[in-house]
Nanobody, 117 residues
Framework: VQLVESGGGLVQPGGSLRLSCAAS????????MSWYRQAPGKERELVAV????????VYVDSMQGRFIISRDNAKNTIYLQMNSLNPEDTAVYYC???????????WGQGTQVTVSS
């Protein structure tokens, strides 16, 4: 099983980034996919969740309207479009895959996002 995040980097306040997470080694279309993030000195927190078919998504309030989660089941990939970034969005962003039962739960290695002028 592999989840490989990419697309992180340094961006100025107000800018945008698009993260990707490429999955392999499991039946991607059966998994609920999520993005989490962990800022320095803070606990890991949920950013957004998308269901297995991609028709439903949920966002944490502070990301609502700025971030968009999507998935392409044909490419075994999820995305996180992040707009209007601010320094508080600086964190390592992680991809998560889990079954609805929670029995299978996989994590990527994370990608660093730094928002700074």
């Amino acid at each position: 099983v592999q989840l490989v995040e990419s697309g992180g980097g340094l961006v100025q306040p107000g800018g945008s980034l698009r993260l990707s997470c490429a999955a392999s080694g499991f039946t991607f279309s059966r998994y609920i996919m999520s993005w989490y993030r962990q800022a320095p000195g803070k606990e890991r927190e949920l950013v957004a969740v998308i269901n297995s078919a991609g028709g439903s998504s949920v966002y944490v309030d502070s990301m609502q309207g700025r971030f968009i989660i999507s998935r392409d089941n044909a490419k075994n990939t999820i995305y996180l479009q992040m707009n209007s970034l601010n320094p508080e969005d600086t964190a390592v962003y992680y991809c998560n895959a889990r079954t609805i039962t929670g029995i299978y739960d996989y994590w990527g290695q994370g990608t660093q996002v730094t928002v700074s002028s």
